[in-house]
């Protein structure tokens, strides 16, 4: 029982103190997004012409091949940070501009577009939500979608009428000359025809729990994507207090089997 107790107390010391480095660690990113954004965006939080104002901010910061940067371990991928430092390709902005709209307490998710349900994905943007109205906005091609009164558009507008792709390319292109970015935006590249937030036809594990998600919503695939995917510090926070948690709970239990 001896050891038992004091390998619980090494969990327990070894995960609280992992979780509070990582938690610190984003907390100084956070930070340092607030400060970006307070210097450079201009419109109100939380409306979608914040959404539309940082979407540009994001698209002009750095470049746009993929982010080689890994925190920790590989898997993970780059932190928002690191993209923020280096830039990076469609999914890497759309991580940096999630996890700053996060910074300031704006619900968002990452949406992986594919022509079709079995497909692979094509492409990588956004879905922010600012009162009671969801934007879609791409970061790397700078798009965001205006609707005729006065909002935005959000992806499942964009997959249930491909002309509203159509007419927003054709007019940025008009808008924006050459070089700019969206004369290689192609209609037949960037598929909206199955977007999806969460791949749950992964396999048996992801199957089965999108099927209890479809449960309680109409758009299981657009539900609001885990942050936990996206941003390896808050990853690797958790895996420091989960486990700091349970050595918790079991050291009150043996402690009352002890009395």
Same mark, same amino acid.
């Given at each position: 029982?001896?050891?038992?107790?004091? @390998?619980? !107390? =090494?969990?327990?010391?070894?995960?609280? =103190?992992?979780? *509070?480095?990582?938690?610190?660690?984003?907390?100084?990113?956070?930070? /340092?997004?607030?400060?970006?954004?307070? =210097?450079? +965006?201009? *419109?109100?939080?939380?409306?979608? /012409?914040?959404?539309?104002?940082?979407?540009?901010?994001?698209?002009?910061?750095?470049?746009?091949?993929?982010?080689?940067?890994?925190?920790?371990?590989?898997?993970?991928?780059?932190?928002?940070?690191?993209?923020?430092?280096?830039?990076?390709?469609?999914?890497?902005?759309?991580?940096?501009?999630?996890?700053?709209?996060?910074?300031?307490?704006?619900?968002?998710?990452?949406?992986?577009?594919? $022509?079709?349900?079995?497909?692979?994905?094509?492409?990588? !943007?956004?879905?922010?939500?600012?009162?009671?109205?969801?934007?879609?906005?791409?970061?790397?091609?700078?798009?965001?979608?205006?609707?005729?009164?006065?909002?935005?558009?959000?992806?499942?507008? !964009?997959?249930?009428?491909? *002309?509203?792709?159509?007419?927003?390319?054709?007019?940025?292109?008009?808008?924006? $000359?050459?070089?700019?970015? !969206?004369?290689?935006?192609?209609?037949?590249?960037?598929?909206?025809?199955?977007?999806?937030?969460?791949?749950?036809?992964?396999?048996?594990?992801?199957?089965?729990?999108?099927?209890?998600?479809?449960?309680?919503?109409?758009?299981?695939?657009?539900?609001?994507?885990?942050? +936990?995917?996206?941003?390896?510090?808050?990853? /690797?926070?958790?895996?420091?207090?989960?486990?700091?948690?349970?050595?918790? +709970?079991?050291?009150?239990? @043996?402690?009352?089997?002890?009395?």
């Amino acid at each position: 029982m001896r050891a038992l107790k004091f @390998l619980l !107390i =090494a969990i327990l010391v070894v995960g609280l =103190a992992v979780g *509070a480095w990582f938690g610190w660690q984003r907390h100084q990113e956070q930070a /340092l997004f607030r400060e970006t954004i307070a =210097a450079n +965006i201009t *419109a109100p939080t939380g409306t979608g /012409l914040f959404v539309e104002q940082l979407n540009h901010w994001v698209y002009n910061k750095e470049g746009f091949e993929q982010c080689q940067a890994r925190y920790v371990w590989s898997p993970l991928g780059a932190t928002p940070l690191q993209i923020y430092q280096q830039g990076g390709d469609c999914s890497d902005k759309s991580r940096l501009l999630s996890a700053m709209l996060d910074s300031v307490g704006m619900d968002s998710t990452l949406v992986m577009l594919s $022509p079709c349900r079995t497909c692979a994905s094509t492409h990588t !943007i956004v879905n922010a939500e600012v009162k009671g109205d969801v934007v879609a906005a791409d970061p790397v091609y700078d798009i965001v979608w205006p609707d005729p009164a006065g909002g935005y558009r959000g992806v499942a507008e !964009i997959r249930d009428d491909p *002309a509203i792709l159509a007419e927003r390319l054709a007019e940025l292109k008009r808008l924006r $000359p050459l070089p700019d970015k !969206i004369h290689f935006h192609s209609p037949d590249e960037m598929k909206y025809g199955f977007p999806k937030t969460v791949n749950w036809d992964r396999d048996a594990v992801f199957a089965g729990i999108g099927g209890i998600v479809g449960q309680f919503t109409d758009e299981p695939y657009l539900v609001q994507r885990p942050r +936990i995917f996206e941003d390896p510090k808050l990853f /690797l926070m958790w895996v420091g207090l989960v486990p700091a948690g349970v050595a918790a +709970i079991l050291l009150v239990l @043996l402690r009352r089997r002890l009395r």
